[in-house]
């Protein structure tokens, strides 16, 4: 397995990813051929389950980009499935400390690097045996900061074996830090990213962040972060019917971009 969103970090190359909350084969299909290095699946708040998942990344195979999936929570069961079910690496949410990044990164390998229990059953299936000789440099293992304890961390965080990138959620950081949501520009949001961004460059790891609008997702790579996701298959149909709707109207009022999920 070469995973190709993990390799162009590890190349110092940025990346595009989109989000996918809907259970819906079809859009899936359709945003993995547009062109984003990587698609995630999420688990925690798509609205989506395991099930659901066992279509999608079928669906999307064979396209030239990396499925990750968002795991609910911080479970070796949970990530294990996933990564079981096809996916090439699990972002995984509110790791607020080291000890939760070696929970995160162990479930990801197979020993003697972690605890991953071995039954790749969908890898085996497209891939054979062959998928367990570089299972373990290639699954990307991607740790969410997004709370005042994961930003207190971050250091340890960041320098954790096995941990490939940090993937900051703004909005639940914003609340951590106790802003409105949203907040962005305030100087304590900038301070908390500063200090994230000086972690993994210390550490030699990749840094994402989830990208509200387009434009965030650019002003994002422009200020040093690896990778971000340029939006999700809710915000882009909700756009594009506002979008339709302020043009066929006349009225460019309502042709506001407000963030969404
Ligand atoms: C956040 O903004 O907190 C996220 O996790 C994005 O989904
Ligand atoms: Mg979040």
Redo the contacts with the bound molecule.
């Keep these: 397995m070469i995973n190709q969103a993990l390799n162009h970090w590890r190349a110092g190359e940025s990346s595009l990813g989109v989000?996918s909350n809907l259970p819906d084969i079809h859009l899936a299909e359709t945003l993995a051929r547009m062109g984003f290095d990587w698609i995630c699946f999420?688990l925690?708040?798509g609205l989506m389950d395991y099930g659901d998942l066992t279509r999608l990344l079928p669906a999307i195979c064979g396209q030239p980009l990396t499925p990750l999936v968002?795991v609910a929570a911080n479970q070796p069961e949970q990530i294990g499935k996933v990564l079981d079910a096809g996916a090439q690496g699990v972002i995984v949410?509110m790791v607020n400390t080291a000890e939760d990044a070696q929970r995160a990164v162990a479930a990801c390998r197979y020993p003697p690097a972690g605890t991953r229990s071995c039954g790749p059953l969908r890898d085996a299936m497209i891939e054979g045996f062959q998928y367990l000789a570089t299972a373990n440099e290639q699954v990307a293992c991607i740790v969410?900061i997004?709370t005042e304890e994961g930003l207190a961390n971050v250091e340890a965080i960041a320098a954790t074996p096995g941990v490939d990138a940090i993937f900051?959620?703004?909005?639940?950081?914003?609340?951590g830090l106790g802003l409105a949501p949203g907040d962005f520009t305030n100087d304590k949001f900038k301070a908390a990213i500063a200090r994230i961004l000086a972690a993994t460059k210390a550490a030699g790891i990749a840094t994402g962040m989830?990208g509200?609008t387009a434009q965030m997702a650019n002003d994002v790579l422009n200020n040093g972060f690896d990778f971000a996701s340029a939006g999700t298959d809710v915000s882009f149909f909700r756009s594009g019917a506002q979008q339709a709707l302020a043009i066929a109207s006349g009225d460019d009022e309502s042709n506001s971009r407000e963030a969404v999920?």
């Design positions: 989000w999420d925690q708040h968002r949410p969410m997004e900051v959620g703004p909005m639940d950081l914003c609340y989830f509200y999920y």
